[in-house]
């Protein structure tokens, strides 16, 4: 079993959609929990992150953090075609070291 | 650009060749990771480094692989005799190493191509 699953998609919204992307993860151990964003032939970028459980919200962005499910989620509003990309979750525990990835989901967004 | 440089972006070698790639971290940034993309996968960690020290290499292959990061100049990764099976996206990340917060700066990628 993987330490990270993420939902595999592919994804295909009308502009304006709300958009919801999902991971599981099965350790504990993680305290640390990342979405990117990767363009097609470009490198990961990075769109938030947040510690331990909760909310954050950045613009059109929203990350949830459920630690006690073992569960995370990154929600896009008012979704635009300049948001089809790949979206990829990650996780660490802390203290540098590496992140944990999840397989991604790519995403499109129909004008 | 203070961004993360790796170069070459394209490499082509034949079976049996060596593959060495190099990635410039960010400024001010201490610590680099190495990942490696299949197509239609994600990110799957090959190492960790620090200046002049590995800090992690739990997912680097036994053998071929190896991993350096000098006190002067960029950080390589070498792969030895490649297989078909080494052609991929190779991409190197850095953070600062202070005041973690999971965030990882990553460079565009070397492709490699192993015919």
């Known amino acids: 079993q993987k330490e990270v699953e993420q939902d595999p998609g592919p994804l295909s919204v009308p502009e304006g959609a709300i958009v919801s992307l999902n991971c599981t993860y099965s350790?504990?151990?993680?305290?640390?929990f990342m979405w990117y964003r990767q363009y097609s032939r470009k490198g990961p970028e990075l769109l938030m992150y947040t510690y331990s459980s909760g909310n954050k919200e950045d613009g059109r962005f929203t990350a949830q953090v459920d630690k006690s499910s073992k569960y995370i989620s990154l929600f896009i509003r008012d979704s635009q075609p300049s948001d089809s990309a790949t979206y990829l979750c990650a996780m660490s525990g802390g203290n540098a070291g590496k992140s944990t990835f999840g397989d991604g989901t790519t995403l499109t967004v129909k004008p | 650009n203070a961004g993360v440089m790796q170069n070459p972006r394209h490499l082509v070698r034949r079976r049996g060749q060596e593959a060495r790639l190099r990635c410039s971290p960010m400024?001010?940034?201490?610590?680099v990771y190495w990942y490696r993309q299949l197509p239609e996968e994600g990110l799957k960690f090959m190492v960790y480094l620090q200046k002049e020290n590995i800090i992690d290499e739990s997912g680097m292959p036994k053998e071929r692989f190896s991993a350096e990061f000098p006190k002067e100049g960029p950080s390589i990764l070498r792969i030895q005799q490649v297989v078909r099976g080494d052609s991929a996206a190779y991409f190197c990340?850095?953070?600062?190493?202070?005041?973690?917060?999971?965030?990882?700066?990553f460079g565009e990628g070397s492709r490699l191509t192993v015919l």
């Open positions: 400024k001010g940034h201490s610590h």
């Open positions: 350790n504990s151990a993680f305290q640390y």
């Open positions: 990340a850095s953070s600062p190493g202070t005041a973690y917060t999971g965030e990882l700066f």
